[in-house]
DNA sequence: ATTAGCACTCAATTTAACCGAGTGCTAAAT
DNA sequence: ATTTAGCACTCGGTTAAATTGAGTGCTAAT
């Protein structure tokens, strides 16, 4: 067990080397106000840190910087989430003053506010296809055989894909149709809509229409949704004006990785509600070694069902970004949720 | 007026700038086997182009480089479009043949093919909002107040926006509503349709709505569009491969610039059609000192309406980048045109 | 007009010297 | 048994000098 000292050293050194990116020495430790201990007794605690392994050294004479153990220690004993400050706490009711009509936007718009706010890189993922459910569906014909397909989900977000409807449907059995999906698709998870319409409509459809294999073929396009969501990211460049990122090589390979919405989103689907850290190689992804990742998810109506979060050097102010992600997925739940029981 | 010699080392030097990055010294030229004549000569050369402005050297002892007006002369002049190969034309023809329905689509897809293939930044402005005209529009309740505004314009693209009705709107009179701006506003470019609106929409409502106050309010919102194009881009990692950007701090700032959208769109608007090369300092923006776009434009139906460009050094390979562009936006313009005429 | 030859230039690389922040360890002080 | 002063030592970073090599400009010979 940690002496008392012990911690507020570690705290001490996470805390310096957060400001500086800089290795912390001894002599600056024993220099505070609040420490009365010399330099030599502080070299000797770092010394029994650094073999219990929460810090390390650069070099062999150099000060000490915290080891990832060292990370996970603070985050998970002593870090307490600092209380938002009032400006930043303008910022966030600011982005929800606007009055914003898509939860797509809300996402997008909260992703630029939190970068903005912390200069880390923001990352957002919009409800997820999983637990969004199909509210209502509309079709819009516009020429002879082009139609517009109007997909509105129980998150209160709105969907169009513009779809090729078969060679002389009748007006009439067109609305049929919207008819007959509607009342055997609503509540139908997105991404589950195209096995539905098979099990659900086919035979229906059979009876009441005879172009039934050609209409099938049609609504396959506009109920066919994409498992990965979308990623929205925030401030991609502030990465560039960390220290531990002059070498564009490095910055690179994480650039490259955020293209990849596909591995983005793996890394963020919602499991526990709440706050998640993730450490350096925590993250299971060569190019996040020197990263350090917070998520946190969002509910609607108590489910979590999208995830925001910060990807910042591992040397980030974690108490600071967890107390902006708690504050902003609380504001995020409350609206969204009260968005989706409107009607 | 350059000699022949002249203008054979002047591409020599732009060529082999172009391929290394390296300034080219007078042996590498002369040790050509197309080159009979000996380094001296080739010296004496150069320091011709040199007062001439065409070249220019990093140091006083180093070999050429081009010098930004080498490049306009270059372009001007010497350059013949590189016909696209075979394999470039495969990975085009590729994006047209996934059926792809949306302008949108096809224009972000096409940024993204264009940064693949020649590993520079490609920027895409979709259809300009003062040349695409509504064509139809449709407006869906949802719930009692929320309906959703279908608007389809005459580029083929949709797209939808949320809005509030007043309370208590009749389905018939929304109905009425629809016919009367269907009827009225047909053709009316995107950004004018607010003004249009009040000139046009506003007596006629008044005659026949008792709520026209509110209706004309919620419609404002459906109508509104903004001037500002989104601007798609592919590849911007790409620039962190190019030794150039080596430089983190050069990087950023361009890397920033692309985040404003307004800046990118003016710099795109698309002016004569065809295709424009700017050269370093010719796009009159700072963070494109060491950068030359080429645009080119795209029509639909004979006019020009949005633009698809690449951004890379100024050492960038114009003749093939032209090439192809000049090939995709022959695509382009006839997959859109062919879209705009369906009906 | 062309080219061989040579002195010269200058960025880039290598080498050496030095500085200073910081450590570990020991022995004295508390 | 802690704590601390003291001191030798380490090592990255910086600066300065030396070396290298690609390339030039100019002159005189072809």
Chains 1, 2 share one sequence.
Do not use: C
């Amino acid at each position: 067990m940690l002496t008392k000292r012990q911690l507020f050293i570690l705290e001490a050194i996470i805390d310096g080397y957060t400001k500086t990116a800089e290795a912390v020495g001894s002599r600056s430790i024993s220099k505070r106000e609040d420490v009365s201990y010399s330099p030599a007794t502080v070299r000797n605690e770092m010394a029994d840190l650094e073999t219990l392994g929460f810090l390390e050294k650069p070099h062999s004479s150099s000060g000490r910087i915290p080891s990832n153990k060292g990370y996970r220690y603070y985050v998970d004993h002593l870090l307490l989430p600092r209380r938002v400050s009032e400006s930043d706490i303008v910022d966030i009711r600011q982005l929800f003053a606007d009055r914003i009509t898509e939860t797509e936007d809300v996402i997008r718009k909260s992703a630029e506010v939190l970068s903005d706010l912390t200069s880390y890189i923001s990352v957002a993922l919009g409800p997820d296809a999983f637990n969004t459910k199909l509210k209502h569906l509309q079709i819009v014909p516009l020429y002879e055989s082009t139609a517009v397909a109007v997909l509105v989900t129980d998150t209160g977000s709105v969907e169009h894909r513009q779809i090729t409807l078969p060679e002389g449907l009748e007006a009439q059995e067109l609305e049929k149709v919207v008819r007959i999906l509607n009342d055997r698709l609503q509540g139908v998870p997105l991404i589950e809509l195209n096995k539905a319409l098979y099990q659900e409509v086919a035979s229906v459809m059979e009876q009441h229409l005879s172009q039934h294999m050609d209409v099938m073929h049609s609504l396959e396009n506009a109920l066919h949704t994409d498992k990965s969501e979308k990623v929205y990211y925030g401030g991609k460049t502030n990465l560039l004006s960390q220290p531990e990122f002059k070498d564009v090589d490095k910055v690179r390979s994480l650039l490259e990785l955020l293209e990849k919405d596909e591995q983005m989103h793996q890394l963020m689907v919602p499991t526990q509600s709440g706050i998640t850290v993730k450490i350096g190689e925590e993250n299971d992804i060569e190019a996040f070694e020197d990263v350090s990742m917070i998520t946190a998810t969002y509910q609607i109506g108590g489910k979590p069902v999208g995830t925001i979060g910060i990807l910042g050097p591992t040397r980030m102010e974690y108490s600071r970004v967890i107390g902006l992600l708690q504050y902003l997925t609380h504001d995020l739940t409350k609206m969204l949720t009260s968005w989706h029981h409107r009607e």
